[in-house]
């Protein structure tokens, strides 16, 4: 059983970057032989607790949790609005957030929405690099949806699809590999102290 967290960046309700997440999530939940679960998160909802991370340098109590769950997630699927030809703000201060060894070597597939098709190359100039500075696995497919593709499907679907399943096959191949958890096997206080006496 594998597990993906979808992180969707849309600030306006009901969001067309939200809908494309839901549809890749959908999509990669539903990928035959493949025991997924997917989680979706929105950045609108954390965008005080992101802001405030910046400003203190702490993850408070709701932001933490998405963070952890970034960290232990076999797969990501990251969706950014297009905002002035590049992903949103709110997206890259999330993304400043994250500890690049959460997402390295991390199985990722990127979505982005925007107003015309004419920018869907914000996948590549802007969100690639990104992922490629932090080290993890994109996907090849990478998937945009302009507000054009709403009413007209077919081509979004066969794209989602592939995106899907291509994450889904890495994922398989690629397993998260876990963090030990410094506290799971402590030394006991008195091994300590033996061996400060000894020395
Ligand atoms: C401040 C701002 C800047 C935008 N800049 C672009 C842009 O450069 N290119 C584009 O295609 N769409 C642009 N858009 C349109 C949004 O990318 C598009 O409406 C997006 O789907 C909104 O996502 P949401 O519904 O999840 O909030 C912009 C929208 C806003 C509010």
Redesign the pocket.
């Known amino acids: 059983m594998s597990n993906i967290l979808a992180i ?1 960046a ?3 309700q009901p ?4 809908l494309l997440t839901d549809r890749l999530a959908a999509a990669a939940r539903g990928e035959p032989g493949a025991e997924t679960t997917v989680e979706v998160v929105e950045l609108r909802e954390h965008a005080h607790d992101i802001t405030d991370n910046l400003l203190t340098g702490f993850a408070n109590q709701r932001l933490r949790p998405v963070l952890e769950q970034l960290e232990a997630a076999d797969g990501l699927i990251l969706v950014s ?5 590049s992903y949103s703000g709110l997206f890259k201060s999330f993304m400043d957030l994250v500890e690049p060894e959460s997402v390295h070597d991390k199985p990722v597939l990127l979505g982005a ?4 098709e ?2 869907s190359l914000v996948l590549e100039h802007a969100l690639r690099p990104l992922l490629a500075y932090l080290r993890a696995q994109v996907v090849p497919t990478a998937v945009y949806a ?2 054009s593709d709403w009413g007209n499907d077919s081509d979004l679907n066969q794209r989602i699809t592939r995106a899907a399943g291509e994450l889904a096959s890495a994922v398989q191949r690629q397993p998260a590999q876990r963090k030990d958890d410094p506290f799971a096997n402590p030394v006991p206080f008195e091994q300590l102290l033996q061996e400060t006496a000894t020395n």
């Open positions: 969707s849309g600030l306006s969001s067309s970057t939200r609005p297009t905002f002035s030809a929405t925007g107003g015309t004419r920018h302009a507000s």
